[in-house]
């Protein structure tokens, strides 16, 4: 059996399309504009690889997830349960 290993991922940010119909005055994104997304087949491969990641990670590595949606992604894809930031910095207070 052949195992592929990839390095380990400390962050991870998805942009599946560029397009925003807000039109703020202040916004700086070029291509917001545009309405193409990524392959769905593509996003499935991102999201593989980092759920693979994330199960293989040292015992007692905290996995953080801002966006609730992702939070319950990950619990249910994968053996971890993330925190919100939040959370973490509220355990860590005495
Ligand atoms: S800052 Fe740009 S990308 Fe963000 S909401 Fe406004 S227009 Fe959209």
Redesign the pocket.
């Known amino acids: 059996m052949i195992t592929q290993v990839y390095p380990q991922i400390q962050l991870a940010i998805i942009q599946a399309t560029p397009f925003?119909n807000?039109?703020?005055d202040?916004?700086y994104?070029p291509g917001?504009s545009l309405t193409r997304r990524m392959k769905w087949e593509t996003l499935e491969k991102v999201a593989q690889r980092l759920l693979d990641n994330i199960d293989n990670q040292p015992p007692g590595t905290e996995i953080i997830a801002s966006g609730t949606s992702c939070r319950h992604q990950i619990t249910d894809l994968s053996n971890t349960r993330p925190k919100h930031m939040a959370e973490l910095i509220a355990e860590a207070l005495p």
């Open positions: 925003c807000i039109d703020c202040y916004c994104l917001r």
